[in-house]
């Protein structure tokens, strides 16, 4: 009797595996931690360029931070800027709103009595989502810069070529 459960038990798992393959897995794309790298080194130096001293971080869908870097004479508050503006990009911004920056967020949702971002979520220019075609893989965010967004841009742009 156990026998038989056991090998009903291992049959019923076998077409679970089955019909889950059969439907096929999701594939995720991941932006490599060098690419990461790259691209809050380019965007930290195209405002240093300006003049300007900013931090950026890049994060993965998850809100895990991949890579950052505060660039010289940029305050301690601008790694959590840039966090904020990388969060509500990969967070609201493209997956729930489909756009592509926070710029954009900070338009849609005017600064009016009683509205706040969500916990941990700048809507202000800086954050920008990086994409692999049309699959989000991540965003990047810069602060201390009312220019951040065109930092960060210049992040992305070091690299897009390079994410397929």
Known sequence: MRASRTLLLAGASLLVVASAHAEGLPTVHRLPAALALEAVGEAVAACARDGLHVSAIVLDTDAIEIASLRGDGAGV?????????????????APVLNLDTTGQL??????QNGFQAPAGMLFSAGGIVIKTGDEVIGAIGVGGSRNAEKCAQAGVDKIKDRLR
Do not use: G
């Open 106 to 111: 900070a338009e849609l949702f005017p600064q």
């Open 77 to 93: 508050h601008t790694l959590w800027t840039a966090r904020a503006k990388a969060l509500a990009a990969v967070s609201l911004a």
